[in-house]
């Protein structure tokens, strides 16, 4: 059988994509490498967040027009909530089934327990934690409910564009196959072979930095809040990255940490380190390690030109982890649409591309210089400094992300707590020790 449009990868932009696709009367395939659908092997910390704020740094861009994916959440009864996508047209809300954790606001806590938060409305819900397993579900659900075929267990292995369709080889138990179709949408998330034997990484630039990452879920915690949040721990004499932690749906907690591959840091030993013998330590007590995850992530710019002959590429296997789960789903809705226009002899391609260079930060060179400027708190203070610096973030009300707030306050830094803000504006050098979302 020959496809109008073969996608591979079922994560949130190929989910996404399928489901579009399908509804817009294409005759549509969705190839899943796993066995089942909305199974997660890579970690992500399942933050759907709700506002627009970036990687690092909440500051609108201005020196490009921005077309960031933003998403609300309306909350039914468990098991019937709506998303939506606000940057998108009405029928890219979807119907989410799974549970969802609320998370009122995002605090840094330094090791003697000052904190400042990064929105000075903690009624303000932040975002949801999502099950993302049942976000895929549910979107590769409405795909088949609208006729999409849907193959598990198959691994796309080579795509070759003919010019006038494309030829996608997999493997699967039924052995190695060719598949056709007259487009294809390539949604296989990060350190994509189909993208480097396409050649659409030719032209990219190389990646600044390779970051490793590790969580915990961990049963039986007992958070101090009553509203939960995200946390964000600087403990420097732990670790010279941030150690996250938050909410993990249903009812359980994630710790997490990165750094650098080039860190010889076993990140377990950090995060055991956290949980049995930190200043935080009295959160865990009694806690139960449910299940462990791990990646890396390349922070590497993106693809310029995704969309190229009968392909398109979407979500982070184009971009990095900026694109989020909301800007993978926004990626997939926009390939969707590029593609029957594409099919319609209009010009896809040309749609997709002008989208994608609008659709995140990383695009904007203000963006990119402002979230680069400053050293991660954890590399250049101590534990003692950490404290003072937070507890002046909430004595003088001040709110925000890092990358933001401490520029902003230099001069008041600096006359406050000179040896502190020499830190980060007397020429300290920026180790690339970046946080993930
Ligand atoms: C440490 C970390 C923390 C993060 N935390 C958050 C967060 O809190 N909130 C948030 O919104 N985002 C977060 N992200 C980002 C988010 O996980 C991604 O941006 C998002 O999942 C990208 O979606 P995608 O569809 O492009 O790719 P993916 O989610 O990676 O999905 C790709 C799918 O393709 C399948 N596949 C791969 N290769 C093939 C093949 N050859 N054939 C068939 N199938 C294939 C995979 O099995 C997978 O199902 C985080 C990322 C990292 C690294």
Not at 129 to 140: F, S
Request: charged residues 25%.
């Amino acid at each position: 059988m020959t496809y109008d449009l073969i996608i591979v990868g079922a994560g949130p932009g190929g989910a996404m994509a399928a489901r579009k696709a399908a509804r817009d009367g294409l005759k549509v395939l969705i190839l899943e490498k796993n066995k089942e659908i909305g199974t997660i092997t890579r970690f992500c910390s399942r933050l759907l967040r709700l506002g627009s704020g970036g990687f690092s740094s909440d500051k609108p861009v201005t020196d490009i027009k921005m077309d960031r994916a933003t998403c609300t959440i309306e909350v039914g009864p468990p098991g019937e909530h709506v998303v939506h996508m606000n940057t998108l047209p009405a029928d890219a809300s979807f119907a989410y089934r799974g549970e969802l954790a609320p998370c009122f606001n995002e605090t840094w806590m330094s090791p003697g327990g000052a904190g400042f938060d990064r929105d000075p409305n903690g009624r303000q819900i932040e975002g949801f934690v999502v099950d993302k397993e049942e976000l895929i579900r549910g979107m590769v659900g409405d795909a088949a409910g609208a006729g999409c075929d849907i193959r598990p267990g198959t691994k796309c292995v080579g795509i070759e564009d003919t010019g006038d369709g494309v030829r996608v080889t997999v493997k699967s138990e039924l052995g190695e196959e060719v598949l056709q179709a007259r487009r294809a949408i390539v949604s296989d998330g990060s350190f994509s072979p189909l993208l480097d034997q396409m050649g659409f990484n030719d032209d990219r630039p190389k990646g600044i930095g390779r970051i490793k990452f590790m969580s915990y879920i961990l049963d039986r915690c007992d958070p101090p809040f009553k509203e939960m949040r995200r946390l964000r721990c600087t403990y420097p004499s732990l670790h010279t990255g941030f150690i996250n932690s938050g909410p993990w749906p249903p009812g359980l907690w994630e710790i997490s940490c990165s750094a650098p591959v080039t860190n010889p840091v076993k990140l377990p030993d950090v995060l055991n380190a956290f949980l049995a013998n930190s200043a935080f330590s009295y959160m865990f007590e009694g806690a139960k390690i449910v299940g462990k995850q791990a990646c890396n992530m390349d922070l590497r710019p993106p693809v310029w030109e995704a969309a190229r002959g009968n392909v398109i590429c979407v979500g982070d296997n184009a971009a990095f982890a900026e694109t989020a789960i909301k800007g993978a789903i926004a990626c997939g809705y926009r390939a969707a649409e590029a593609t029957s226009k594409a099919l319609d002899a209009k010009d896809g391609n040309g749609f997709y591309n002008e989208y994608w260079t609008h659709a995140f930060n990383f695009f904007s060179p203000q963006y990119n210089k402002r979230s680069r400027r400053l050293p991660p708190i954890p590399t250049v203070l101590t534990d003692g400094e950490t404290d003072t610096l937070f507890r002046w973030f909430t004595d003088q009300e001040i709110y925000g992300v890092p990358a933001d707030i401490l520029p902003d306050n230099r001069e008041r830094l600096a006359a406050d707590l000179p040896e502190i803000a020499a830190k980060f504006f007397g020429g300290a050098k920026n180790t690339g020790d970046r946080q993930a979302a």
